[in-house]
């Protein structure tokens, strides 16, 4: 009934306004429209150039909004925090802009704020990035603010001792975080304490209590250096404008060799073992399962990508469609390689309703023993959804410079933006089935829960996965550090 | 013509003119209403080779009934669940297929429905959406409301429950707000309201707001405006007008009082809120009121940061905001104490703050420097077609000018030292505002003062 007088409505829509209209003939809905073949992904070219001292400069122009980004890529990150001193990198980054050049602290912070310009300084693992995001209007000030942080940091002692109890009190906030904890744990399993991807990026108390203004000073001169760093710049400039600037902004930075550092190897999860951590009351479990995967300059690099996208990398994914769309278990479910110069994690997750705790672990192992098999429509969809969508990714200027950063770090040739779509088309189904029975390995892998014992335990531990280590929160993050009144 | 005021614009950058003072932000658009009412923005933008389109539904939380509170996001999420010819999983299947991303949001004002496809997929897109616009309930039954309901539940636990102080939002509007008013309850709704919530809500909540003239839609990127209009004639021209909607009621909001509440949680670290109201956005001094914020807590020279963080250091952290709506704003202020501090302390130093700022007037470089960054945060909203597409149904539905970018900029711009002063004293009044005190378990010691406690 209600359908026919929706009918009759239309009719008399049609009749008033678009009769004779030929566009607007009744569309065929019957099956979704045919598309015209997809449109190729136009990059105006990668342009690299030299500054005198040998500073390497990679750029692409970006004509559409006055803006710039220019991010100082220096190769050398937690990875390379000395023996003792885990967090160096970061607590060092966190400093640099804590006062630059003729500046204090206030009076930096107010002279980028009031450009409306930001700079910020991070710590990779194996990178630290000054990154300067600023209105090509402001670009000169910006730039010489810029310059202060990367060639005269000052870092006073006054702020050190200022981060140093915000870092504190941070990982006292840690306890409140169950996501936090369950990462902090999963990456301790996985690659110990020895390695640079296992314990957190901040450093833990001890650390944190032990950094002096030499030890900043230090390991900024061994990392900051114009043979040890690359320049991304991208953004409404050109090169001709541009490269007299950044001559006589850093031209003159002199530094040492190339900061290197060898590394010792993680051990392979071996076994299926189950770590759960007591968090009472929680109303949802935080599960991160996996294992060791690979580094990014894998030869399967785009197989890999293509299957994780099938388990977990996308919101049709098996993951996500099991627990969330068919469960109804969890808000998302998901999975992700940590592509990484040396061989990250590979990590399954989600965030599950604590009463279904079990019931979700159970999915997940299935999804984990199933993704060996795929059908030909999930790998045209996931291959489609990757290379069709990667033109998207290149709109703004910080996005730009994020992918011109991997291009730099994974020396990647200068035509990958131009290939990635086809290499990802080229992907067959055998190399997706072979990638699954490669990397992800049900039987051998860390399965991390953060969630109420009492009301968990039971059910997972009927599921016979294997052996349950119980922890508290103070067994993954230690006691939270006492800290002494201002 | 629309490429060439956009070239002059960036010819007028590139020429290092002062973009603050000389260039207008602008993002030509043509519009187009449908006879079925549906308004329809194009904006066209050839830079990558994408398209965004941008659904808004004119209906959030704040029209929802009493007892079905979080229906609106509720009903956002079944929105995806397939439609008459569009089977179940298959909206997701089909953009993926195409290379597209898509996703929606609530919040009290609104509902919107976004993909972001490669341009030879825009006009599956536009399927989609006219789908689910004039047939959502061809295809609807109890059982997708079921599983929609344990979703979202789930997304109340993960971003509310679960999280530290993740309940203070909840807890703030519901004693902010006179009981009944449409912003008292929040958009993620209450447990019980959810699991209330019936196949019947479903039809009677598209009936009466998924009508097109009830929608407007935007596409941004490349695509011409003439191709662009085709393709919508073809898709939604069809659906019928709906019933005119129910007119949004302003409702009074007002706080006659100064409430004091506590509230315990699983916390490390005690936390103090303090919320006032505020007009609505785009009225009296709402830009005002964000360039106040910003004096108060954004960066490390303003005046809240810098006493509390910098040269006290009792809190690890302090925000300040105004959250501006249709029907009302909400100032808002949290600072969390540092082990050995109550809110007592915190509350006192921004007490003295509050004060400071009403009797004098911040500096101008104070309110430049706040204007400042607006001005590059308008610019930085330009990059993406999503983003465009968004804030041109954003401006759109709040103003009926979707290229509002400059106006909306003029509004900051304006603002001097004593409009912040009087702004304050206006509205940051001691005896009319919400004080919230989350404290760890057992510490109410270090609460500020408090008359009433409320649960988790």
Not at chain 1, 29 to 55: D, M, V, W, Y
Not at chain 2, 92 to 100: S, T
Not at chain 2, 259 to 266: S, Y
Not at chain 2, 360 to 370: H, I
Request: net charge neutral; proline share 6%; with cysteine.
């Amino acid at each position: 009934m209600k359908r026919v007088s929706l009918l009759v409505v239309l009719m008399i829509y049609h009749a008033l306004f678009v009769l004779g209209d030929a566009r607007a003939q009744k569309p065929n809905r019957s099956k979704p429209p045919e598309l015209g073949p997809p449109p190729a992904l136009q990059l105006p070219p990668i342009q690299r150039f030299t500054l005198a001292n040998g500073l390497e400069v990679v750029m692409m122009e970006k004509h559409q909004v006055p803006l710039v980004q220019l991010n100082l890529l220096v190769r050398a990150g937690t990875a390379h925090d000395p023996e003792g001193k885990r967090g160096l990198a970061s607590m060092t980054a966190a400093m640099m802009n804590e006062g630059a050049g003729d500046r204090d602290a206030l009076a930096f912070a107010d002279a980028v704020d009031f450009l409306g310009a930001s700079i910020s300084v991070t710590a990779g693992m194996h990178t630290t990035t000054v990154a300067l995001f600023t209105p090509l209007s402001k670009l000169d000030s910006a730039l010489s603010l810029f310059g202060d942080v990367v060639l005269r940091p000052r870092f006073p002692a006054e702020e050190l001792e200022r981060k140093r109890l915000e870092r504190l009190t941070a990982l006292q906030q840690w306890h409140d975080e169950p996501r936090i904890i369950a990462s902090n744990l999963f990456n301790k399993i996985l690659f110990g304490p020895r390695h640079p991807y296992g314990p957190p990026v901040m450093g833990d108390e001890r650390a944190i209590r032990s950094f002096t203004v030499d030890d900043l000073r230090s390991f900024y001169s061994l990392s900051f250096s114009p043979a040890n760093a690359v320049l991304i710049v991208v953004g409404d400039v050109t090169r001709a404008a541009l490269a007299p600037k950044l001559e006589s902004l850093l031209g003159s930075w002199k530094g040492g060799p190339p900061f290197t550092k060898p590394w010792p190897p993680a051990q392979q999860v071996e076994s299926r073992k189950i770590y759960l951590v007591d968090k009472p009351d929680a109303p949802q479990s935080v599960i991160r399962i996996g294992r060791i995967g690979v580094a990014r300059r894998t030869e399967d690099f785009y197989a890999i990508t293509v299957m994780n996208t099938i388990l977990g990398g996308s919101f049709t994914s098996r993951l996500n469609n099991n627990l969330r769309e068919q469960h109804g278990y969890s808000y998302g479910a998901g999975s992700r390689f940590n592509f990484m110069p040396l061989p990250g994690a590979f990590m399954a997750f989600s965030d599950v309703h604590a009463e279904v705790t079990d019931k979700a672990l159970n999915e997940f192992m299935k999804e984990l023993r199933g993704i060996a098999s795929i059908t030909d429509e999930e790998l045209e969809r996931a291959k489609n959804y990757l290379a069709l969508s990667y033109p998207s990714e290149f709109q703004s200027v910080g996005a730009i410079a994020g992918a011109l950063a991997e291009v730099v770090i994974y020396d990647l040739p200068d035509d990958y933006f131009n290939t990635y779509t086809s290499r990802i088309l080229a992907v067959t189904k055998q190399e997706v089935e072979r990638a699954a029975r490669t990397y992800i390995d049900p039987d051998k892998i860390a399965i991390v829960v953060v969630g109420d014992r009492k009301k968990i335990e039971k059910g997972i531990a009927s599921l016979g996965l294997g052996p349950i280590e119980n922890l508290s929160i103070e067994d993954v993050l230690g006691k939270p550090p006492v800290i002494e009144k201002k | 013509m629309k490429r060439a005021v956009l070239g002059a614009v960036l010819c007028a950058g590139l020429a290092g003119m002062s973009w603050a003072q000389e260039v207008r932000i602008t993002v030509p658009y043509t519009r187009f209403v449908l006879p079925n009412g549906l308004n329809v923005i194009v904006h066209e933008d050839h830079s990558t080779p994408t398209v965004a389109v941008n659904v808004y539904y004119h209906v959030g939380s704040g029209r929802e009934k009493p007892g079905r509170t979080g229906f609106a996001h509720l009903f956002e999420h079944i929105m995806f669940e397939g439609s008459k010819n569009v089977p179940e999983g298959k909206f997701d299947e089909w953009l993926e297929a195409a290379g597209g991303n898509n996703n929606g949001s609530t919040n009290f004002d609104r509902t919107n429905y976004f993909e972001t496809v490669p341009s030879n997929a825009l006009e599956l897109a536009l399927f989609l959406e006219s789908d689910r616009m004039g047939y959502l309930l061809d295809a609807m039954s109890p059982k997708k409301v079921d599983g929609q309901r344990d979703v979202v539940k789930n997304e109340r636990r993960q971003s509310y429950e679960n999280r530290p102080y993740g309940m203070a939002f909840i807890k703030i509007v519901e004693h902010l707000y006179p009981k009944g008013h449409p912003y008292s309850w929040p958009t993620i709704g209450s447990m019980r309201d959810l699991s209330a919530a019936s196949y019947k809500d479903v039809v009677d909540f598209f009936k009466t707001w998924y009508v097109p003239n009830n929608a407007s839609l935007v596409i941004a990127g490349d695509v011409t405006a003439e191709a662009a209009r085709r393709l919508v004639e073809k898709w939604f021209t069809e659906i019928p007008r709906g019933k005119p909607v129910p007119p949004v009621t302003p409702a009074a909001a007002y706080l006659n009082e100064e409430k004091r509440l506590l509230m315990e949680d699983n916390v490390q670290l005690p936390r103090l809120y303090m919320c006032w109201h505020t007009p609505p956005v785009f009225t009296g001094m709402d830009a005002t009121n964000d360039i106040l914020a910003s004096v108060l807590a954004a960066g490390k020279n303003s005046r809240l940061y810098r006493r509390l963080v910098y040269e006290l250091q009792i809190a690890q952290s302090v925000n300040a905001a105004n959250y501006s709506g249709m029907l009302g704003s909400i100032f808002w202020i949290d600072a969390t104490a540092r082990e050995g501090h109550t809110l007592k302390e915190l509350e006192a130093v921004i007490r003295e703050e509050l004060n400071k700022i009403k009797q004098e007037p911040p500096t101008l470089r104070e309110v430049q420097r706040a204007v400042n960054q607006y001005e590059a945060s308008f610019l930085a909203r330009l990059e993406s077609v999503e983003d465009k597409a968004d804030i041109l149904n954003n401006y759109y539905h709040l103003t009926g000018n979707p290229d509002f970018f400059q106006e909306d900029l003029s509004r900051y711009k304006a603002v001097d030292p004593t409009d912040v002063m009087a702004a304050a004293q206006s509205f940051l009044s001691d005896d009319r505002r919400l004080v919230l005190s989350i404290v760890p378990k057992g510490k109410k010691n270090l609460a500020a003062t408090f008359s009433q406690e409320v649960r988790k």
